[in-house]
């Protein structure tokens, strides 16, 4: 770790930071530090030092905004990848658009719109960046991911660059990079002009009083717990069987949204990992319905 320190430095490859906590690198706050937290300052340096990494075997875990992240208290020994400064975008030609991993979804999204292009609403809603939406094909008010990707590119295992045009197999918030060690470093988007009469902008304006309305944007949360069944809402099954304002220790059930948890003051991992387990134990018991969780969850094994 101390020579992959050494190498970020001499070359000028970027930021580097030792000892980090979790808690301020997640909007849930929670979680314990990283060896070490690299923070590249352009794609081609990231590949250079990426191929360090994977070269050495230095175990990494890449992090965006952290927005749909929760972590234990531990100490881990990995080197953290943080690529909100690899955030070009570039329009190309009939609505096609490059985006860079880093790039925040709200501005990118509302560029697009701006520029009278119909369907990048979802990402002008979402507090995350490309990088992370592309990985969990993320979506909103029935939109995603997988309905305007054509290409992304990413770093395999060995640190080599890959294009990918096809096989993402996206499902309800999952993609084929979910299954392979990879880290996606940039997406290809294309989008439709709006049709006559339709606002995009306005759109997203719409959607982001509909967000402040109903959901808890002022208390520290990291989006939906779970993903929706078939056929019913996961907030209505959390409703149905009373956990809405419900607590252990200081993580609780939102009451403004039964799909958020929400760190109420100093919440532990093992307070959140325990009041999603409930909630999960109880659906099955009481509907027979598996909630799956749609944060990521880093814990050590």
Same mark, same amino acid.
């Given at each position: 770790? !101390?020579?992959?320190?050494?190498?970020?430095?001499?070359?000028?490859?970027?930021?580097?930071?030792?000892?980090?906590?979790? !808690?301020?690198?997640?909007? /849930?706050?929670?979680?314990?530090?990283?060896?070490?937290?690299?923070?590249?300052?352009?794609?081609?340096?990231?590949?250079?030092?990426?191929?360090?990494?994977?070269?050495?075997?230095?175990?990494?875990?890449?992090?965006?905004?952290?927005?749909? /992240?929760?972590?234990? #208290? #531990?100490?881990?020994?990995?080197?953290?990848?943080?690529?909100?400064?690899?955030?070009?975008?570039?329009? /190309?030609?009939?609505?096609?658009?490059?985006?860079?991993?880093?790039?925040?979804? *709200?501005?990118?999204?509302?560029?697009?719109?701006?520029?009278?292009?119909?369907?990048?609403?979802?990402?002008?809603?979402?507090?995350?960046?490309?990088?992370?939406?592309?990985?969990?094909?993320?979506?909103?008010?029935?939109?995603?991911?997988?309905?305007?990707?054509?290409?992304?590119?990413?770093? #395999?295992?060995?640190?080599?660059?890959?294009?990918?045009?096809?096989?993402?197999?996206?499902?309800?918030?999952?993609?084929?990079?979910?299954?392979?060690?990879?880290?996606?470093?940039?997406?290809?988007?294309?989008?439709?002009?709006?049709?006559?009469?339709?606002?995009?902008?306005?759109?997203?304006?719409?959607?982001?009083?509909?967000?402040?309305?109903?959901?808890?944007?002022?208390?520290?949360?990291?989006?939906?717990?779970?993903?929706?069944?078939?056929?019913?809402?996961?907030?209505?099954?959390? #409703?149905?069987?009373?956990?809405? *304002?419900?607590?252990?220790?200081?993580?609780?059930?939102?009451?403004?949204?039964?799909?958020?948890?929400?760190?109420?003051?100093?919440?532990?991992?093992?307070?959140?990992?325990? /009041?999603?387990?409930?909630?999960?134990?109880?659906?099955?018991?009481?509907?027979?319905?598996?909630?799956?969780?749609?944060?990521?969850?880093?814990? !050590?094994?």
């Amino acid at each position: 770790m !101390k020579d992959f320190i050494e190498f970020v430095n001499e070359h000028e490859l970027g930021k580097i930071r030792e000892n980090v906590s979790f !808690k301020q690198l997640t909007s /849930l706050k929670i979680g314990g530090t990283a060896r070490c937290l690299y923070e590249p300052n352009s794609l081609d340096n990231l590949m250079i030092a990426y191929k360090y990494l994977k070269n050495r075997q230095i175990p990494t875990y890449a992090i965006g905004n952290g927005t749909n /992240l929760l972590v234990s #208290d #531990d100490r881990f020994d990995l080197v953290l990848i943080k690529l909100t400064k690899c955030n070009g975008f570039k329009p /190309l030609s009939e609505g096609r658009f490059m985006m860079e991993a880093g790039c925040q979804s *709200g501005t990118v999204g509302r560029i697009i719109a701006k520029l009278g292009y119909s369907g990048s609403a979802f990402m002008g809603v979402i507090p995350g960046t490309v990088g992370g939406l592309i990985y969990m094909n993320s979506g909103a008010y029935k939109k995603e991911v997988a309905d305007f990707l054509y290409q992304c590119d990413y770093l #395999d295992a060995k640190g080599d660059l890959v294009s990918l045009t096809e096989g993402f197999n996206f499902g309800y918030r999952e993609s084929i990079f979910q299954s392979i060690d990879c880290l996606i470093i940039r997406g290809f988007f294309k989008f439709p002009l709006a049709p006559k009469g339709e606002e995009p902008y306005q759109t997203i304006n719409r959607y982001l009083e509909l967000k402040l309305n109903t959901q808890p944007l002022n208390e520290r949360n990291a989006g939906s717990v779970f993903r929706n069944p078939p056929h019913i809402h996961a907030w209505e099954i959390i #409703d149905a069987l009373g956990y809405r *304002g419900f607590s252990v220790g200081d993580a609780g059930v939102s009451m403004k949204h039964a799909n958020f948890l929400v760190n109420k003051g100093n919440a532990t991992f093992e307070e959140m990992a325990k /009041l999603v387990e409930l909630i999960q134990t109880d659906a099955k018991k009481y509907y027979n319905i598996d909630l799956k969780c749609e944060w990521k969850i880093l814990k !050590k094994l």
